[in-house]
């Protein structure tokens, strides 16, 4: 399991013991290739019996959501890594068989394979007062890094209505959350609500208007619903220029749905209380179809259950055999101590979504929500923390850290709806644009700093605890 660093010339690499890296979904996979590629020696732990996180159809780890006519709505180009394309025979939106494919085909092709454990779940990860890293394992083994990285991802906790509408627990139908939808047999003949306007109520509402009785949308506030193409191309291939400003760019976009979709109220939607660009974006290209088919009927928010019926907001109500709560996730690290790291309601305030301030041996990857896919950023992320790791990048003090996230936090709820799943957002171009500077930036610092790499906490040669 242990990867030995690769000849690759430079001195950093031999100075730092060993990392570790929770999870090898998209974001692990595109961190573990970044240490690999820069030489530094870690292992990469891995609930699940392959790659891949939430793109594995009914993955052996309980955690993916993934159904079974799940497409991804960010264009192929999009999600992508930079230097691994997905194949050209691929379509602009690949059904998830194929993203979790490419992802087999990502650590096969860059050969860090051996470096992943699989079926080795991180059960606790403590840090000590030396800063080691103590890693214990479902396996009954503990090892000790000098770094961490995680990768555990943050769309498998599901997120129930809180708090639980009045008589939810008298409700004769069958409810489930969205995580654990897997195809549309169960809704064959049957009467569903569906509740919530993120992308997971918009899929699911669309597969159940195809073989149930009735389905139901209910939402308790508007959203843009964005096309998945716009002038013949994926609508996140338009260009998107970092160096515009947002609101520019945002008033372009904003004409743009308006004009070639229309107001969502005209579908019978709730009207949005926000311009676009200010909430989590809906895509789809086939819930408006379906509403004006009149196979989906919008609905206000729920209000109440009671014994067969799901009530609504405005009075009415309806008979209902099935409730899909498509309410969100929790952003959850069970192997963490709840005072050292956690996230109520989904609030977690790291520097550049990655950094701990306090903690300088601690990484997120794949901690954001971008507007785009998380794949190439979880990758800039990865040799952002690699280049720290061998010394060739150093961050801001502390305090510039914190003014950061504290600006970064304010700015988050100035533009965004407020809402629990709205608290790790990113514009996508602009993270990667705002990241190459700051790694320029960092760079500088690292050669003043006569490109020395962060002391390593572990004593030589002591991976394994005692
Ligand atoms: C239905 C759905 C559709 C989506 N579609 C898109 C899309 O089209 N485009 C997009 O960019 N994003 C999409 N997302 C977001 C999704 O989060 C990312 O696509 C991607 O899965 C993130 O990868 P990750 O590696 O961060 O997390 P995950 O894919 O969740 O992987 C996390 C990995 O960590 C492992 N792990 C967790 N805990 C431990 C532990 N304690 N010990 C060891 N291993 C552990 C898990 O087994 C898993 O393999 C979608 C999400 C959902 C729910
Ligand atoms: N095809 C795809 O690629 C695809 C499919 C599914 C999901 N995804 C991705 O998976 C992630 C999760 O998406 P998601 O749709 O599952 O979750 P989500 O984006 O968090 O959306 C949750 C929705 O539920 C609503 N909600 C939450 N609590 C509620 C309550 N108590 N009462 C009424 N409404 C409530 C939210 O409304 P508020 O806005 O008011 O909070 C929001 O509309 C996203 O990144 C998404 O893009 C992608």
């Known amino acids: ?43 990469c732990f891995e609930k699940s019996d392959r790659v891949g996180g939430n793109w594995v159809f009914d993955n052996k780890n309980g955690m993916s959501a993934a159904y079974r006519d799940l497409f991804i709505n960010t264009s192929r180009p999009r999600m992508q890594y930079s230097d691994f394309p997905m194949p050209e025979s691929y379509p602009d939106f690949p059904h998830h068989t194929q993203i979790a494919a490419y992802f087999e085909d990502y650590v096969e092709h860059f050969g860090f ?8 779940g991180v059960q606790r990860a403590s840090r000590r007062p030396d800063g080691v890293w ?10 000790l890094y000098d770094a961490l990285l995680v990768a555990n991802g943050h769309h498998w906790n599901p997120r129930w209505p809180e708090p639980a509408f009045p008589g939810v627990e008298g409700f004769t139908g069958q409810q489930l959350h969205a995580h654990s939808y897997r195809e549309n047999s169960i809704f064959v003949g049957k009467r569903v609500v569906i509740l919530g306007m993120g992308n997971s109520a918009m899929d699911i509402a669309v597969e159940a208007s195809y073989v149930a009785e009735r389905t139901y949308l209910a939402a308790r506030q508007g959203v843009w619903i964005i096309p998945k193409y716009i002038f013949g191309k994926p609508i996140d291939q338009m260009r998107n220029d970092p160096r515009i400003p947002f609101k520019v760019r945002q008033r ?11 107001p969502p109220e005209r579908y019978g939607l709730p009207k949005p209380n926000h311009r676009f660009g200010e909430a989590h974006p809906t895509i789809s290209g086939r819930i408006l179809d379906r509403i004006q088919h009149g196979t989906i009927v919008p609905k206000p928010n729920i209000a109440s259950f009671d014994g067969t019926q799901v009530c609504f907001a405005d009075g009415s109500a309806v008979e209902a055999d099935v409730v899909v709560f498509c309410t969100g996730y929790k952003i959850t690290f069970p192997f963490f101590d709840e005072d050292l790291i956690s996230a109520p309601d989904n609030h977690i305030e790291l520097w550049r979504r990655v950094w701990h301030p306090e903690i300088p041996n601690l990484f997120f990857i794949g901690l954001l929500q971008p507007l785009g896919a998380i794949m190439p950023l979880a990758e800039a992320q ?3 923390v690699g280049d720290y790791l061998l010394g060739e990048y150093v961050p ?29 957002q990113v514009d996508f171009d602009d993270y990667l644009y705002a990241l190459a500077k700051e790694r320029r930036a960092g760079r500088a610092r690292a050669r003043a700093n006569g490109f020395r790499p962060p002391a390593p906490c572990l004593p030589s040669a002591a991976t394994t605890a005692s």
């Open 1 to 43: 399991m242990s990867h030995p660093p690769s000849e690759n010339g430079r001195g950093g690499a031999a100075q730092l013991r060993r990392a570790c890296i929770i999870g090898a979904g998209s974001s692990g996979i595109a961190a573990a290739k970044a240490l690999h590629e820069r030489g530094i020696p870690f292992d």
């Open 113 to 120: 394979g051996d470096a992943i454990a699989f079926q080795a």
């Open 134 to 143: 103590r890693v214990e394992l479902d396996t009954g083994e503990t090892r």
């Open 252 to 262: 372009i976009t904003q004409k743009l749905i308006r004009t070639y979709v229309g």
């Open 382 to 384: 990865g040799a952002w």
């Open 396 to 424: 801001p003090p502390k305090r510039q850290m914190r003014a950061e996230i504290e600006a970064d936090q304010r700015a988050m709820r100035r533009r965004y709806v407020a809402s629990k799943r709205h608290t790790i």
